[in-house]
């Protein structure tokens, strides 16, 4: 991000020569091309990777909003970073930073299951690894009222439930 800001800086510096190097800021707006789509693309990795981690969002949200000047991603991004710091500093965690999808579940090598906060909660998500040690599958579970579908046994035999 910082090269990125180095690279706009060095083209407005150029642009506001009397007479502009058009070739040096063709080959300066090709780097800043290259710089920003490196950073967009490695946003897209630590979103996957964390994609409650606000500091990440946080940094991203300042650099598309003073460097690439897109305000409305920026502020969206920057609002998200709030929300996360605050569910965070009061231990509130959405569904959202649960990692709903299949694919992040099945990575987690202990059985879980994803529950809902009400008082009689419902089953949101299982893993693969749930669905092997209890032998449901992921259809029979989705959906269910926790009490009916997963007896006392199963929190006996260290399966976790978030």
Request: net charge negative; glycine share 6%; charged share 25%.
């Amino acid at each position: 991000m910082l090269q990125s800001a180095k690279l706009h800086k060095e083209f407005w510096a150029e642009l506001k020569e009397e007479v502009p190097d058009l070739k040096k800021l063709n080959l300066i707006g090709a780097q800043i091309t290259e710089a920003g789509n490196s950073i967009a693309e490695n946003f897209k990795e630590l979103s996957k990777i964390n994609p409650s981690a606000c500091e990440v969002l946080y940094s991203y949200a300042h650099y598309l909003m003073l460097v690439s000047k897109d305000t409305v991603e920026g502020r969206e991004l920057l609002a998200n970073a709030r929300k996360i710091f605050q569910d965070r500093q009061t231990g509130h965690r959405n569904v959202e930073s649960l990692h709903l999808e299949e694919g992040s579940l099945n990575k987690m090598t202990s059985p879980l299951l994803v529950l809902s906060a009400d008082p009689s909660p419902r089953i949101l998500n299982a893993n693969l690894m749930f669905t092997e040690v209890t032998g449901y599958q992921r259809e029979e579970l989705v959906g269910k009222e926790l009490g009916k579908v997963a007896p006392k046994l199963f929190f006996n035999q260290g399966v976790c439930c978030v």
